[in-house]
């Protein structure tokens, strides 16, 4: 069955950056699309960043400029590269496999999410 799993998740401080990773098995990496979505308690999930198999890219407009969302289809792996963080950003990050090769919809497959707070 298909699986991801992030990491890389943790604390730092306002203007710091924080790599998330997450390795997904189970089916066929490239030809999926790829999103990272995020939850802070008390609201709802939200996207924050998406990724076709073609690698075009789509980011939610409080994360342009700052994030950047990247795939290794050679290693099964998806990558939310976070800079500049702020204590906003703080929130439980999860990774998803959209059904097809865009991002649309509700993801099929979700990760057990890695926890992101930022410090102030």
């Known amino acids: 069955q298909v699986q991801l799993v992030e990491s890389g998740g943790g604390l730092v401080q306002a203007g710091g950056s924080l790599r998330l990773s997450c390795a997904a098995s189970?089916?066929?990496?490239?030809?999926?699309?790829m999103g990272w979505y995020r939850q802070a308690p008390g609201q709802q999930r939200e996207l924050v960043a998406a990724?076709?198999?073609?690698?075009?890219?789509n980011y939610a407009d409080s994360v342009k400029g700052r994030f950047t969302v990247s795939r290794d289809n050679a290693k099964n792996t998806l990558y939310l590269q976070m800079n500049a963080l702020k204590p906003e950003d703080t929130a439980v990050y999860y990774c998803?496999?959209?059904?097809?090769?865009?991002?649309?919809?509700?993801?099929?497959?979700w990760g057990q999410g890695t926890q992101v707070t930022v410090s102030s």
């Open positions: 998803a496999r959209y059904s097809g090769i865009w991002w649309g919809g509700r993801p099929a497959y």
């Open positions: 189970g089916s066929i990496f490239s030809i999926y699309a």
């Open positions: 990724i076709s198999s073609g690698e075009r890219t």
